[in-house]
T-cell receptor, first 116, second 115 residues
Framework: AQKVTQAQTEISVVEKEDVTLDCVYE???????LFWYKQPPSGELVFLIR??????QNEISGRYSWNFQKSTSSFNFTITASQVVDSAVYFC?????????????FGKGTKLSVKP | NAGVTQTPKFRILKIGQSMTLQCTQD?????MYWYRQDPGMGLKLIYY???????DKGEVPNGYNVSRSTTEDFPLRLELAAPSQTSVYFC??????????????FGPGTRLTVL
């Protein structure tokens, strides 16, 4: 069975603090993809990043960075120098290729509140 | 490109009523999906389609039906609305097989309340 766990339900930080959102996944597939999506208060789902299981390089995009470690089945997301506009619910998701047609398995999300 | 569009944005139904949630994408994606998001939860797959004329159940299909007559459209039908179907519904599309685009892109969602 595939599963995504985001243990942090809510996180509150003050602007300019760094914050890390944790994501732990379970899968028996050897080929899989991991994703992060952002859901701002307006409600839409915004794609942030996709990482495949064969690429463990960390990724940095501006203030965002992602740390993928297969040894611990984790795909953590760090926001550096957080801003109020980062306030949103962040979802980690997994797509495997051993079973159904590639649908996403979502974690329950982490609600990030960045206060000025 | 408009991407994935959904209508309506909001809807209130009475128990037992029926309705269709519309979803259209203009990215020529062959895969389309319907998810529901309940408060404090991640998204759960209701139905998906790998191409026109082909649909299959996801994790929570009971109470819903879908059809896919064209590549662009993937409507979701609720036949007998129940309070348990109060949720936010998201449609998504993707184009698996091309690694650079094997990502699901979501519509803005439809907030449905059944009273």
């Amino acid at each position: 069975a595939q599963k995504v766990t985001q243990a942090q339900t809510e996180i509150s930080v003050v602007e300019k603090e760094d914050v890390t959102l944790d994501c732990v996944y379970e899968t028996r597939d050897t080929t899989y993809y991991l994703f992060w999506y952002k859901q701002p208060p307006s409600g839409e789902l915004v794609f942030l990043i996709r990482r495949n299981s064969f690429d463990e390089q960390n990724e940095i995009s501006g203030r965002y960075s992602w740390n993928f470690q297969k040894s611990t089945s984790s795909f953590n997301f760090t926001i550096t120098a957080s801003q109020v506009v980062d306030s949103a619910v962040y979802f980690c998701a997994l797509k495997g290729y051993g079973g159904s047609q590639g649908n996403l398995i979502f974690g329950k999300g982490t609600k990030l509140s960045v206060k000025p | 490109n408009a991407g994935v569009t959904q209508t309506p944005k909001f809807r209130i139904l009475k128990i037992g009523q029926s309705m269709t949630l519309q979803c259209t994408q203009d990215m020529n994606h062959n895969y389309m999906y319907w998810y529901r998001q309940d408060p404090g939860m991640g998204l759960k797959l209701i139905y998906y389609s790998v191409g026109a004329g082909i649909t299959d159940k996801g994790e929570v299909p009971n109470g819903y039906n879908v059809s896919r007559s064209t590549t662009e459209d993937f409507p979701l039908r609720l036949e007998l609305a129940a309070p348990s179907q109060t949720s936010v519904y998201f449609c998504a599309s993707s184009y698996p097989g091309r690694s650079s685009t094997d990502t699901q892109y979501f519509g803005p969602g439809t907030r449905l309340t059944v009273l």
